[in-house]
């Protein structure tokens, strides 16, 4: 390893930050977030479309999210999850709720065509997805040729509040035209599913740090896209 006077940009690290990362201190990635959730409780974590969010209310929103995943859908430890959406705040939600499930993202890029989009759902074997509803008939057009077996849709306003999570959804799909028409039934709304985890409890779920938490796919610039494990 290195001395400290060969990586000088120690330097400016502000007083008191280590120069090592200790990482044996958090046993995975959920680990870390609940802990932040728990230090940082009433400071917002994300702010999206002049709506904040606070750590506590993270940790409330995506904890209502695994157990509905867990419960309603029944998905078990290791499944995964596709995410194809924006940085909108149903994001965050989903992502660790995914993770605290003990199930596995799969972040989808939304610009996918449909060749694409197949491709990365057939190669990890995506078992549910959470789609915005401007990409739902892309999904549409291969959802028949997956092992999908839940899809749930969201709209970009649906985390705003109300009432503006009205008018914004309104806004994109009938004046700006924004959401192609789509037909996926069997579909769920992400706000129905996030509510019914509301008051359940997460089945006991041991997260280690060897554990597969993302297949994040390249940029396929050499081929197919490929996913990358990443624990």
């Not at 974590?45 to 309603?72: C, E, N, P, W």
């Not at 890029?109 to 060749?115: A, D």
Request: charged residues 20%; neutral net charge; proline residues 6%.
């Amino acid at each position: 390893m290195s001395s400290n006077a060969e990586r000088i940009w120690l330097a400016s690290y502000p007083a008191g930050t280590p120069a090592e990362i200790d990482t044996d201190s958090q046993p995975s990635v959920v680990s870390m977030f609940e802990q932040a959730c728990r230090d940082y409780r009433d400071r917002p974590a994300f702010h999206s479309m002049g709506k904040s969010i606070t750590y506590g209310d993270l940790d409330r929103l995506s904890l209502q999210f695994a157990v509905a995943l867990r419960g309603r859908l029944g998905l078990a430890k290791g499944d995964r999850v596709a995410l194809m959406m924006p940085n909108i705040l149903q994001y965050p939600i989903a992502l660790f709720g995914v993770l605290r499930a003990g199930l596995v993202v799969v972040n989808t890029n939304p610009m996918y065509t449909p060749r694409e989009l197949k491709h990365q759902l057939n190669d990890s074997g995506a078992k549910a997805i959470v789609v915005l509803e401007n990409f739902a008939s892309v999904l549409q057009e291969v959802r028949d040729q997956t092992k999908l077996e839940h899809v749930i849709v969201t709209g970009v306003g649906d985390q705003l509040g109300f009432p503006k999570s009205l008018l914004v959804n309104f806004a994109l799909k009938v004046v700006k035209k924004a959401v192609p028409a789509y037909h996926l039934p069997g579909s769920l709304k992400f706000n129905a599913v996030l509510s019914s985890g509301d008051g359940g409890t997460l089945p006991p779920t041991e997260v280690g740090p060897e554990d597969l938490a993302f297949l994040q796919y390249t940029g396929g610039t050499t081929g197919v896209s490929k996913g990358a494990m990443l624990t």
